[in-house]
């Protein structure tokens, strides 16, 4: 029996001890880089092809690891794999996963700085975000092996005198996981887990920007005991690995976390069925959002919501699916929020990330930093400069916190998710303008709401179309159990990762019947039944 699941402590930093570990860690994991990483299909290590390489974004120059570039016939092979070694997995007592399943948290939670480190160096996340990103993927571990003992235990369901029914429930099979950089390790382990746990087999394509993390963590579920073929690590790009497994006929699940205008190709691709097809494939897909965060003249600490905006609007760079990009202020309020936003993100410190005070570390990737720097571009024509929007390519991919205030709704900036650190400010004529601007939007992610108003807060709840909903505190920050994750419209498939019902995702009900009682004697007792 597991006691009571609670969520992982963050690491205070401000003791000495916690940031000599992570000192440590950071140096043994700079030990580690430029190594070469295999593939692993069915447990056999596979090198020698053409490799890809993971650089740190702080540092372009740095090269992290070298991963190989899988080809269709990689795919199709660690497809067969995994459907062979699912006739043994799915067959596992549910006990002997979830013991399983709590030997991987064990492990990451005894390693917990190397893994953030590794993070520090491959995708730029500064100590607090890399700390918390770890900390979430313990989280998953934890919650989704208690979850799989409620999936596989009694369900209730109504009894009947002459029949003993049962509902169970069984694993689909052989699926993608197909991951994103931006939690390289909270998001990945979460997906590969809930999965496997539940009984069936992955293929596991990591995020070309972040192979390193995901490899490590494979590693590590190795070390927990996980047999050959269950995960399979094959990493390669998008068009050459993910597209093969999307389309294969043998995948019968895609969980997908990424980008709208991905997501909904793989949606497309998922509705349709090649020659060899037996069922409708199940695509879970989170695709992002367009958060906002409203201030309304009912706040009495505009201080207090100005800080939880720009803390929802910069952590790790606004790389976060929950970032409040627009920010909509009541127009009672506005000539005293937008000084107040200004101020705060202009004391940012942006550096270094592996240095345990900065705030602000580089952007992902060269791509990011394009894109961004484009909307940037676009949106000081849109609405006024106030804070930031220089960039800094020299060294690294860094782009400072950058505010632009007096958006029209309707606005590029105002519409587009940008996914980096770029904070919109919209003025909002009263409560029911700001909800309004709010809801105008495709998606439907995260959101919160400041006031003191008790009635105004009841409207919030009932009105923002959101899947979360944060009332008088940041927009980021979900916590697994706590606040299930997953939105609505064009943010994704309303699944809700750490949350009860996540593992159903990857399940299907089987109702078993069996007739008791009074048994015929003829063949006219039998007609009679």
Known sequence: MLPEFKNEPLTDFSNPQEKAAMEAALEKVR???????????????????????????????????????????????AIEVAWKTFETWKRKPVQERVDWLV???????????????????????????????????????EFYAREALRWGGEHPI???????????????????????????????????????????????????????????????????????????????????????????PRIRFISFTGSKEVGLHINEEAAKTPKGQIWI????????????????????????????????????????????????????????????VVAKTKALKMGMPEQAD?????????????????????????????????????????????????????????????????????KAKDFDDALHIANDTQFGLTGAVFTDDEAKLDRAREEFFVGNLYLNRKCTGALVGVHPFGGFNMSGTDSKAGGRDYLGLFLQAKAISRKVGKQPKTVADAEAF
């Open 31 to 77: 030990g580690e880089f430029g190594r070469e990483y295999p593939l692993v299909i069915g447990g056999e290590r596979m090198t020698g092809l053409k490799t890809s390489e993971s650089i740190n974004p702080s540092r372009k120059d740095e090269v992290l690891g070298r991963f190989q570039k899988a080809s269709k016939a990689h795919v199709e092979q």
């Open 358 to 426: 900065v705030q602000v570390g580089p952007v992902a990737s060269a791509k990011a930093f394009k894109t961004i720097k484009e909307y940037i571009d676009r949106g000081v024509k849109e609405g006024r400069l106030v804070a930031g929007g220089e960039v800094h390519p020299e060294n690294g991919f860094f782009i400072e916190p950058t505010v632009i205030a007096d958006v029209d709704p309707q606005a590029t900036i105002a519409q587009e998710e940008i996914f980096g650190p770029v904070l919109a400010i919209i």
């Open 103 to 141: 030997r991987v948290a064990t492990l990451l939670r005894e390693r917990k700085h190397e893994f953030s480190a590794t993070m520090v160096y491959e995708v730029g996340k500064t100590w607090p975000e890399a700390d918390a990103d770890t900390a979430e993927a313990i989280d998953f571990c």
């Open 158 to 248: 109504t009894k009947i005198d002459s029949e003993d029914n049962a509902l169970v429930y069984i694993p689909l099979g052989v699926g993608a996981v197909i991951p994103p950089w931006n939690f390289p390790l909270a998001i990945m382990a979460g997906m590969t887990t809930a999965a496997a746990v539940s009984g069936n087999c992955v293929v596991l394509k990591p995020s070309s920007d972040s192979p390193w993390i995901a490899y490590r963590f494979f590693a590590l579920m190795e070390e927990a005991g996980l047999p050959p073929g269950v995960v399979n690590f094959v990493s390669g790009s998008g068009g050459e690995v993910g597209d093969t497994m999307v389309q294969h």
């Open 281 to 340: 494939k199940r695509v879970v897909a989170e695709m992002g959002g367009k958060d906002a965060i409203i201030i309304d003249r009912d706040t009495k600490n505009l201080d207090e919501a100005a800080a939880a905006a720009v803390a929802s609007a910069f952590g790790f760079q606004g790389q976060k699916c929950s970032a409040c990009s627009r920010l909509i202020v009541d127009a009672a309020v506005y000539d005293q929020i937008v000084p107040l």
